[in-house]
């Protein structure tokens, strides 16, 4: 058994002939929160959903508990059983009610009971402050109420480790902090995360680990004092000056 | 009931056209006994022609299914097993594959030492289910494609295995999209179905052309095979409309 949660060696990762990973190599210990940024294109969705496999890698690990995600047949339903995953535009099931949104996975996937997954639904809606939503549809939500569910839906599967690609980009400026809320909560729970945003405050909030990301490679990474403080290359400064001006 | 929709139909037809040298309504006038008995005949064909479409509608829409499937896989050679199938068989006239068919298809049989007759009814069906599932297919495929990807990427980060993911995600939510241009698809079946005439199959054609032979009126014989035909349309088409409202409203509805 791996002492991480998440393990990358050398991974490259190729669309046609471009190359969208070179060599990313990063650990993630177990309730240890990760925060990656960098500019557009540079491939921080692409580093997220190839651990969950919704992208695979050409070469390079991946490991996930100690399991190697490309490994054989089944261990991809293996990891993605551990892994929960909140998208930037949630990607709720339009046709179902918040709770059948919420008890579609464990009752299909899982096996629990329609009993069991709808008591489990309501802790969780609880958890993201919504309760009172769960017969409404998504469409009937705001933005933050509908990220909010997409992570309560993720919850749901009990997962060990949750990543979360720029979840409050496509949201409006004033339900940003609601998200991040419940994302700190999570964070203080001890939940493992890796979390792909530019809210540089919640990143010094919560991360134990900065990772900056360009054209491809990690450029830098290390605990967020020292890299808010004083980063190394010029790449990462001049992103960072960037995006704290506003 | 039948009798004064089809004196109706008679009456507009018969609007503007004066010389009663050019049309003979006698031979389908409901009035008489023997207009009667023609006009029964003719429209007893209805209940195969309905026959015919729905079982090849069905068919059509299953082998659809298959046939989208493939479309919508990552692996290159899947999705060009779709597309021959759907230019191969959109490209076949339905007249030269119904004679493949049904006069075809038994030698093929025989060949394999199968002694399997191939009647009207199912040759019919047969050949009008193919020649339309490629249509089908087309209206799967497109429906299904406009679900985001995200949808299935959500369903498979919950784990959903790939038939849940069709069965719980994908499917309610493209068969909204579906539908309706799959139900507008039955009326071309409907139309299509005349073509089992020409292998003997009593439906509202054959029947009609039947009747000419033994009465030598044409005009007046498909001119009430026309609005036989129309009737039939215009309540598929009212139904497809009522459709797109039910499947609109529920989709503005969430
Ligand atoms: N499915 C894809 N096909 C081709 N190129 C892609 C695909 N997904 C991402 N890319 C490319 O890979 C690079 C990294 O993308 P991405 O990981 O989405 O960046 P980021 O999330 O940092 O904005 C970009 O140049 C993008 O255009
Ligand atoms: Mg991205």
Known sequence: MSQYAIEMIDVDKWFADFQALKRINLTVAPGERVVVCGPSGSGKSTV??????????????????????GSEAGATAAVRAEVGMVFQQFNLFPHLSVMQNLTLGPMKARGLSRADAEERARKYLDRVRIPEQADKRPGQLSGG???????????????????FDEPTSALDPEMISEVLDVMVEL????MTMVVVTHEMGFA????????????????????????????KSRRCQKFLSQILQH | MIRIAVLFSMLVLVTGCSSSATWGWYVINPMTPQGWVNVRFLINGMGNTILISVIAAVISICLGLVVALPALAERRWLRIINRIYVEFVRSIPLLPML?????????????MGLNIPIEPFWGAIITLAISDSAFTAEIFRGGIQSIARG?????????????????????PQAIRRILPPLANQFIYIVKMSAFASVIGMQ??????????????????????????????????????RWLERRMGS???GR
Not at chain 2, 151 to 171: C, D, K, P, S, W
Request: charged share 20%.
């Open chain 1, 204 to 231: 010094r909030k919560v991360a134990d680990k900065m990772v900056f990301m360009d054209d491809g490679e990690i450029v830098e990474h290390g605990p967020p004092q020292q890299f808010f403080e004083a980063p």
């Open chain 1, 145 to 163: 109420q509908q990220q909010r569910v997409a992570i309560a839906r993720s919850l749901c599967m009990e997962p060990k480790v949750l990543l």
């Open chain 2, 151 to 171: 949808q299935t990427e959500a369903a498979q980060t919950v784990g959903l295995n790939y038939f849940q993911t069709m069965r719980y995600v994908i499917m």
């Open chain 2, 250 to 252: 529920d989709e503005r």
């Open chain 1, 48 to 69: 997220v959903r190839c651990i969950n496999q919704l992208e695979q890698h050409q070469s390079g690990t991946i490991r996930v508990n100690g399991v190697d995600v």
């Open chain 2, 99 to 111: 004679f493949w068919v049904f006069y075809g298809l038994p030698i093929i049989f025989k060949s």
């Open chain 1, 187 to 190: 964070a203080e729970e001890g």
């Open chain 2, 203 to 240: 439906e509202l054609t054959r029947r009609a052309n039947e009747l000419v032979v033994t009465e030598y009126r044409p005009l007046e014989i498909y001119s009430l095979l026309i609005v036989e035909y129309l009737v039939l349309v215009l309540i598929i088409s009212a139904g497809v």
